[in-house]
């Protein structure tokens, strides 16, 4: 019953073929899993926010952008169009469990492209600061992953996020985090996911478990104007991407792992490092922030033809002032440096982006940005350089989950 309840829910959210429904059992049954949980939750209309002093949330953000120009490895189209928006519910599930959930809808070479993003249930009571979560969530890996594209300071992510994973990765699995009772934030995190939604084709057959990752962050505050935080994270991918032999099959690809969220270079093994600074006059943040952030990675293992030479490299430095409770100023450079693999060779590939945004925000709940981007220096691209213009509004209605640091 619950199987063909949760088959209806998502067949709404992410059609498909009758014949693909039995390979889909996590995804399914996470989510009949959440089906039950929140029936169960909400049977008695007020009984839980009664004992809890909780109730459950509803939103929606809608983000909506034109563009001069797509750039190279970009998530927004030529003109007008509908970037990343989203539908979500979150609340608990009883005294010892919270969930949520996330649709997104987002415009793709004119099309409308729909899915079930987030879907997951999280422990709030385990002891000695440990937290669990299972379902479909995004990865704590790096620094802007776990948090929502709406939430970004530019209208499209680094190079080494779209290059690497595919923008946002989400996928399905487990975490455990530990967070360390210190007077600084430590927290050691571990997720295993099936690793589909980050490389979408695969040579051989894999595992239910394609990938895992090892996170460690550590942070503090420094009196009160200042804060910093370190990240350090680890992805095993277990998961080989299929290189297709015609260049026409690679575009093909390509186009399915965007909707899938896959990564367009990817490989066994991913290291990366990442540096926050803040700075708020009297720790009034609302009034002033210099906001300064680095990232860098590093991709090793390629293929089964790669050597330790074959490596994919990205680095990227953004600094973003408010300078105004209502407006801000940014700037972000960005270096990508891969290998591209075409059947048993690769050839290299490189680079560089520069951003700059102006943004007015008239409330907590809506944004205005206008940004300017270049890439250069462009090896293996189709072009050797692209200048685009983009103007972005967003809009949040409702209730919507407190940012990260």
Request: with cysteine; charged share 20%.
């Amino acid at each position: 019953m619950l199987y063909d309840i949760a088959f209806s829910l998502q067949s709404c959210i992410v059609p498909m073929p009758s014949d693909q429904v039995r390979t889909m059992n996590p995804p399914i049954l996470l989510t009949a899993v959440l089906l039950a949980a929140c029936s169960a939750a909400l049977a008695p209309a007020h009984a839980a926010p009664a004992a809890t002093g909780e109730h459950w949330e509803f939103g929606a953000v809608l983000d909506l952008g034109y563009t001069s120009r797509a750039l190279a490895l970009g998530g927004r189209d030529k003109g007008l169009q509908l970037g990343h928006s989203d539908l979500n519910a979150s609340g608990p599930l009883g005294r010892h469990l919270r969930a949520q959930l996330s649709a997104a809808v987002a415009t793709h070479d004119g099309e409308l492209e729909r899915g079930l993003e987030e879907a997951w249930i999280e422990t709030r009571t385990l002891p000695a600061g440990l937290q669990l979560r299972a379902g479909r969530f995004a990865s704590q890996v790096g620094y802007l992953n776990a948090q929502h594209l709406h939430a970004d300071d530019f209208t499209e992510r680094p190079l080494l996020y779209r290059a690497l994973l595919g923008g946002h990765w989400t996928d399905d699995g487990v975490r455990l985090n530990w967070t360390a009772p210190t007077p600084f934030f430590l927290m050691v995190g571990a997720e295993a996911l099936r690793g589909r939604r980050l490389v979408h084709e695969a040579v051989g057959s894999s595992s239910r478990v394609g990938a895992t990752t090892l996170v460690a962050k550590l942070g503090a505050d420094a009196g009160r104007s200042h804060s910093w935080q370190l990240g350090l994270s680890h992805l095993n991918n277990r998961r080989e991407a299929v290189v297709e032999e015609e260049h026409a099959e690679e575009e093909d690809h390509a186009h399915h792992a965007h909707e899938a969220h896959g990564a367009r270079f990817s490989g066994r093994r991913t290291l990366m490092v990442d540096a926050t600074w803040k700075w708020a006059p009297g720790g009034n943040n609302r009034a002033q922030q210099l906001r300064v952030s680095v990232e860098a990675a590093r991709v090793t293992g390629l293929n089964r033809h790669a050597t330790s030479n074959d490596r994919h490299l990205a680095k990227a430095l953004s600094v973003v002032w408010r300078l105004h409770p209502s407006w801000e100023v940014g700037a972000r450079l960005d270096e990508l440096r891969v290998r591209i693999p075409h059947e048993d060779h690769f050839d290299d590939g490189k680079l560089r982006e520069t951003a700059l945004m102006l943004a007015w925000k008239p409330s907590h709940m809506q944004s205005v940005r206008l940004q300017w981007s270049a890439q250069r220096s462009a090896t293996g691209f189709e072009d050797t350089s692209r200048r685009t213009l983009q103007l972005q509004y967003v809009v949040a209605f409702g209730a919507h989950g407190a940012h990260t640091y």
